[in-house]
């Protein structure tokens, strides 16, 4: 890809489409979100919204992506479950006990979350907000 993901395009272009970017992305989240069974992406942040050589923003990087099962995540390994970065995760991920840990889920409401994140990158240029005074400072640095 000439334009790189979408951290790169909007940091080479500061005029580039955003809104644009962001539906784009919207519309393919949408899609896995929408096939039956539902098709969770678990990673969706910047750098995983390539833009072609169009400008067009397509999603990719499925490495943490499966199918949305009911029950629990049994079978799926420790570095699965706590794979990506925290600052994109829903924290709901990573508020877990020890016994927990493997119980947490990717979803859908937690890949809308990450993607709240990514509108955050986009037009923010990459600057998230500072440390809530009210959370605990051990919660915020696992945020960070």
């Known amino acids: 890809m000439a334009n790189g993901h979408a951290r790169e395009f909007?940091?080479?272009h500061l005029y580039?489409?955003?809104v644009a970017i962001v539906l784009?992305?919207?519309r393919g989240l949408l899609y896995l979100h929408t096939r039956t069974p539902t098709f969770v992406h678990g990673d969706p942040k910047a750098d995983?919204?390539?833009?072609l050589d169009r400008g067009e923003a397509q999603t990719a990087d499925f490495g943490l992506s499966r199918?949305?099962?009911s029950g629990?995540?049994?079978g799926y390994s420790k570095e699965w479950c706590l794979g990506g970065n925290s600052r994109w995760q829903a924290p709901k991920l990573f508020q877990t006990s020890d016994d927990e840990e493997l119980q947490a889920r990717r979803t859908t409401q937690s890949d809308i979350f990450a993607f709240g994140r990514f509108i955050t990158e986009i037009y923010r240029n990459f600057h998230f907000p500072t440390w809530?005074?009210?959370w605990p400072s051990f919660r915020w640095r696992r945020v960070q």
């Open 16 to 18: 580039a489409n955003r």
């Open 48 to 51: 995983n919204v390539l833009i």
């Open 132 to 134: 809530p005074r009210m």
């Open 72 to 74: 629990t995540s049994r």
């Open 67 to 69: 199918w949305a099962i």
């Open 10 to 12: 909007v940091n080479r």
């Open 24 to 26: 784009q992305a919207a």
